[in-house]
């Protein structure tokens, strides 16, 4: 099955809220995802099927300047074991790399942690114009990440 997967793709919360409790095998929440990941992260990857229904999530919830990490790796039953999950980490791997650094929630054993293996991302790589020992300021990590807007790509 073909996937679009997206990079800060728009989402609808209340799919998005399905989509997590049936993840994390809860019940149907109200929560304002579309507020929460504007207000507090980095990015996130959005996937969806031929049928237009989200079926994929992955949020980088960030410090505002330094740090990102990989959270809420979802991806749907109908849409499982077809490389979704390493394809949304990937994107937003490439999204961070060089502004950030990225690592997972949990380190030892998470899914993150796996994914994040899979696609070969350092989690302390620097930008390739910054010396060593070199830190980005608060503002110029902002203006990279808010004018860090991809096209959507089709998986196949």
Known sequence: MDHRIEWRGSFDNRALNELHAEAFEHPVFDDDWAGQVERHSL???????????????????????????????????????QGLGTAMVTLAAEHARGRVRLAPRRLRGSPEAVL????????????????????????????????????????R
């Open 43 to 81: 990015g996130w990857v959005c996937a969806w099927d031929t049928e237009g229904e989200l079926v994929g999530f992955v949020n980088l919830p960030w410090d505002g300047a330094f740090h990102a990490f990989v959270i809420d790796t979802i991806v749907s039953r109908s849409a499982a074991r």
């Open 116 to 155: 994040l293996r899979r696609v070969r991302l350092r989690a302390d790589e620097r930008r390739p114009d910054q010396p060593q020992g070199a830190v980005k300021s608060r503002s110029s990590a902002i203006s990279l990440a808010a004018s860090s807007v991809a096209e959507p790509r089709s998986l």
